[in-house]
């Protein structure tokens, strides 16, 4: 209780800090505590000026010398603090900050500790917007002498006065931290008491022990996650479902005109094995752009429907919804599939008539967008729930499309391939199929970057390939304020190719028209009545139009490289050699790598381990509410063997005791209902 002490009452905080702590999120004395240091320094031994090396990052210690400011003939402020460490004498420089000169002359003959990466030009040593900190005489325990953490600050408070606090923090609650983690499980895997590693982890005592703090701390982040994953897989398992059992394949080969691959062979006998087992089947299937998982969705549909059941396809966008249902349609209809159409772009008469068909149970699939979710959208017998591109969705999302059956068997795809260690971390629940492998036929798409100033000669290219009966895309560029500024643009691209190919018949489509008129477009460019179809980025996944060879990105440096993945994914689905052409002028060394990525490689898998490298894993899905946990020190690239290892004891955990209930796990179920609330209200745990 104590940890829920109000953070004003800590020593050195008071009223005012406490206003400006909770802008860190700090409102109680449990917050200071886990309010970890975003680096440390090693100030016991300091960087002497004289032995700095250009380009290397370097803690220095030194005296307060002068400060000056100059100003450019452009208007800029230039302000040069000089440091003394005996050694030899760096500037300190920063940028349109004035003010940093009269804080500076303020320090002359004090001591300074200083953090930035070293320049070495004609001048002598320079360190361009350091990190800095005045020395407090006879405070160096906490300052000096050790390895010091650095902390996320906000306006207001400094990192003296932020050690101050954690520190007093420490002396008094360190000792009320509960332990979630199992005694057996800590000794198992070498873990140190929880209290200590909180005080490593601010105040390391070595190198080591930092080390061994933040494995400590990293793992009970990860373990915390896993044992609720596996609850939750552990609560489907138990819950009773249906048997459904139907020989998919040979209805299969009477619709579809070509042959399964291996991989789309294995993964369908995957799904059609859950169906059988008499629980609800709650598995993700993965595959790279192309790779066929409607397909296996189409299997799944069929097992359900010949069971008597109704299915649900709930797809991030109107337009992919538009394009299953077009596709879905033509393979389903000579079966006597009944198939709806329900997306927020119908008109209020439509969407009443698909609300009282699915109602009635007059429909067999529903293929729809987030208006799937409305409470007045109800279902006769749901029995299967498909949702496509399943990064788009949160948890919360998933679970509501289930509520509206009884424990129906739930299939979640995404065409964004997850590396093993995020799938692990956002999906732990789910059991996994991936379809590795493309269809037979299939060439690589050959990727080109080249700068705005070669424009005219993509086009022309475009062009060539438009003579020899292909056709192409050009994606304008992704605007994130509004679809109506995305029309905007994809109107005047839409102009502006019509002056550059007068020769070419060139189509329009945006997120701005109505589903009609989508699928209009949609219907000319596939019977090729459109040569060039120019769009904004909603054409990112689903689109299959096997003759399109090109696909062109505008300002290519604006897109993530999922997503340009997924705009490369549209062409390359026929026999011909398709091309990709990026055309970018990037600014920052991220945009060039991402661009640079595209051109080395196909494989999506890799791509999406580069995107999760240069982006991180709180990036890599949007926001927060897709499911990924809120980490603080753990990282789910460098730390996978300790994710696995939490994995392991995780479930564990859970076939011992299912609901959490043993005296030993008592501390732990307290836990999981204090970090994972909302998430977990359906679960029977403590």
Avoid at 55 to 80: N, Q
Wanted: proline share 5%; with cysteine; aromatic share 6%.
């Amino acid at each position: 209780m104590m940890l829920e002490n109000p953070v004003r009452f800590i020593k050195g905080v008071g009223e005012k800090r406490a206003r400006i702590l909770s802008k860190l999120g700090i409102e109680k004395a449990g917050d200071l505590l886990f309010h970890f240091p975003r680096r440390w320094e090693d100030r016991r031994h300091f960087k002497k000026i004289g032995e700095l090396v250009d380009g290397e990052k370097a803690t220095i210690l030194g005296k307060v010398v002068d400060a000056e400011s100059t100003i450019t003939p452009r208007g800029l402020v230039i302000v040069k603090a000089v440091i003394d460490d005996i050694s030899g004498v760096a500037y300190l420089t920063w940028f349109n900050q004035p003010y940093m000169k009269k804080r500076f002359k303020a320090l002359k003959g004090k001591k300074v500790v200083a953090y930035g990466t070293v320049k070495r030009n004609r001048w002598g040593v320079e360190i361009e917007n350091p990190e800095w900190e005045e020395v407090e005489e006879g405070e160096n325990s906490l300052h000096l002498g050790r390895i010091v953490p650095i902390y996320p600050l906000t306006e207001g408070i400094s990192q003296i006065q932020m050690r101050k606090i954690i520190y007093n923090a420490l002396e008094q609650f360190a000792p009320c931290l509960e332990e979630v983690i199992p005694s057996r499980i800590r000794e198992k895997r070498g873990l140190m008491p929880i209290y200590q590693a909180i005080r490593e982890i601010h105040f390391p005592s070595s190198a080591r022990s930092l080390s061994e703090a933040r494995r400590r701390l990293v793992y009970e982040e990860f373990f915390l996650l896993q044992v609720i994953l596996a609850l939750r897989q552990k609560e489907y398992k138990e819950e009773k479902g249906r048997s459904l059992e139907f020989d998919v394949f040979s209805e299969l080969e009477k619709i579809l005109p070509f042959k399964l691959t291996n991989a789309q062979r294995r993964v369908i006998e995957e799904v059609a094995r859950d169906m059988r087992e008499g629980h609800p089947m709650n598995r993700l299937i993965q595959g790279d752009v192309g790779s066929g998982k409607t397909i296996v969705a189409l299997a799944a549909i069929l097992i359900a429907v010949r069971c008597g059941y109704q299915c649900a396809l709930m797809a991030p966008t109107e337009i992919l919804a538009e394009q299953h249902f077009i596709v879905l349609s033509n393979l389903l209809f000579p079966l006597g599939v009944k198939i709806t159409l329900l997306v927020g772009g119908l008109s209020q008469k439509e969407k009443n008539l698909a609300k009282k068909l699915v109602a009635e149970g007059e429909t067999d699939l529903v293929i729809g967008t987030h208006a799937l979710l409305e409470e007045d959208v109800e279902f006769k017998n749901l029995g299967l729930v498909i949702i496509d591109e399943q990064h788009r969705f949160g948890v919360i999302q998933r679970a509501k499309l289930r509520q509206k059956g009884i424990n129906p068997e739930v299939l979640v795809m995404t065409a964004t391939p997850i590396p093993r260690t995020l799938a692990l971390t956002v999906y732990g629940d789910l059991d996994v199929s991936v379809i590795d492998e493309l269809p037979p036929g299939r060439q690589p798409v050959k990727t080109f970057w080249v700068p705005k100033s070669r424009r005219k000669w993509a086009y022309s290219f475009v062009r060539e390939e438009i003579k020899k009966g292909r056709q192409a895309y050009a994606v304008c560029p992704l605007i994130e304020e509004s679809e109506k500024l995305q029309a905007e643009a994809a109107e005047k691209l839409a102009s502006d190719l019509a002056h550059l190919l007068p020769d070419v018949k060139i189509g329009l489509l945006h997120g701005q028209m109505r589903p009609k008129e989508k699928e209009e477009v949609m219907n000319q460019f596939r019977e090729r009545k459109i040569d060039l179809l120019v769009s904004t980025p909603v054409i990112e996944v689903g689109i299959d139009v096997p003759n399109a060879t090109v696909m062109v990105i505008e300002d290519a440096d604006r897109f993530g490289l999922a997503q340009l993945h997924q705009l490369r994914g549209r062409v390359g689905r026929g026999e011909y050699q398709s091309y990709c052409i990026l055309i970018a002028t990037p600014r920052t060394e991220e945009a060039k790598r991402r661009l640079q990525v595209m051109v080395e490689t196909n494989d999506g898998f890799r791509i999406a381990e580069e995107d999760l490298a240069i982006r991180g894993p709180g990036e890599f899905f949007g926001t927060r509410q897709h499911g990924l946990p809120d980490l603080k020190l753990a990282n789910i690239i460098k730390d996978v063997k300790i994710l696995e290892e939490a994995r392991e004891d995780g479930m564990q955990i859970i076939e011992i005791d299912p609901h959490l209930r043993l005296p030993e796990h008592r501390l732990l179920a307290k836990k999981i209902k204090e970090r994972f609330g909302d998430t977990i209200e359906m679960l029977d745990i403590g």
